[in-house]
């Protein structure tokens, strides 16, 4: 696997505590670059992560806020700017998922899988991007769903691909408007990854996606050299076609 040099970087992924995003982390940590563990409730299993990653023979350290709110934000990032110093690379991981029918879905739920998936990613970056602006380099790596860019219709998960329509858009957008700052913007895009609750009888190669399939294009679109990479989203699916939902 590739593996680019990420040395003298500072490393946020959100929702690091677990699955993907602690996947990505530790991947990111292995390149070199110190890294910011965020949980919003998994404290312990935080602690677990900023201690793998320190194996690297890196820094890394753990930080809890609610990324739906922007003062909880702006915290999130001035600590991390505080201990490791300016947030270079960005992975918008975290968000919310409900498989259910939308009918039958609480305003609350609906309210709360558009905030963490889509409302989260914009307040980081957001956030991110004076800092990125002043060193001139940055990369921001947010992570979709495959088919979203196609406005994917499904009776379940109503606002989880109404977010990732919105992510994949966002996107676009973000890369447009930073193309003069030295900082690209990107999205990888699974379908169904190994730690998954279900699993469709219809896989495309029989199986999940693995950890290491995402893996492979974060860190390609984070290598230093990808600096002509921006506004692309690799779908990490197997070859699925949206209309099989």
């Given at each position: ?44 299993a935080a602690t ?197 939902v």
């Amino acid at each position: 696997m590739h593996t680019p040099d990420l040395s003298g970087q500072t490393a946020l992924v959100t929702g690091s505590a677990r699955g993907v995003g602690r996947e990505l982390l530790l991947s990111i940590a292995a390149c070199g670059a110190d890294v910011a563990v965020h949980y919003r409730t998994s404290d312990a299993a935080a602690t677990e992560v900023v201690e793998r990653a320190r194996e690297a023979g890196v820094d890394a350290v753990s930080v809890e806020a609610d990324v739906t709110d922007p003062d909880e934000v702006d915290a999130l990032f001035s600590t991390v700017e505080a201990d490791l110093g300016t947030v270079d690379v960005l992975v918008n991981n975290v968000g919310a998922f409900a498989p259910v029918h939308w009918e039958e879905m609480s305003f609350a739920t609906w309210k709360a899988v558009l905030e963490t998936n889509l409302d989260g990613t914009y307040l980081c970056s957001k956030r991110a991007l004076p800092g990125m602006r002043a060193a001139g380099h940055g990369r921001i790596v947010n992570i979709g769903y495959a088919g979203a860019d196609r406005a994917l219709v499904s009776p379940k998960n109503f606002p989880y691909f109404v977010a990732k329509t919105g992510v994949a858009m966002f996107t676009r957008m973000l890369a447009g408007d930073t193309v003069d700052d030295g900082i690209t913007v990107n999205a990888v895009s699974p379908y169904v990854v190994e730690n998954s609750e279900e699993f469709p009888d219809d896989l495309p190669r029989g199986r999940p996606a693995a950890f290491s399939d995402l893996i492979r294009p974060t860190l390609l679109f984070l290598d230093p050299d990808s600096d002509y990479l921006s506004g692309a989203n690799i779908e990490v699916s197997g070859g699925w076609l949206p209309e099989q939902v």
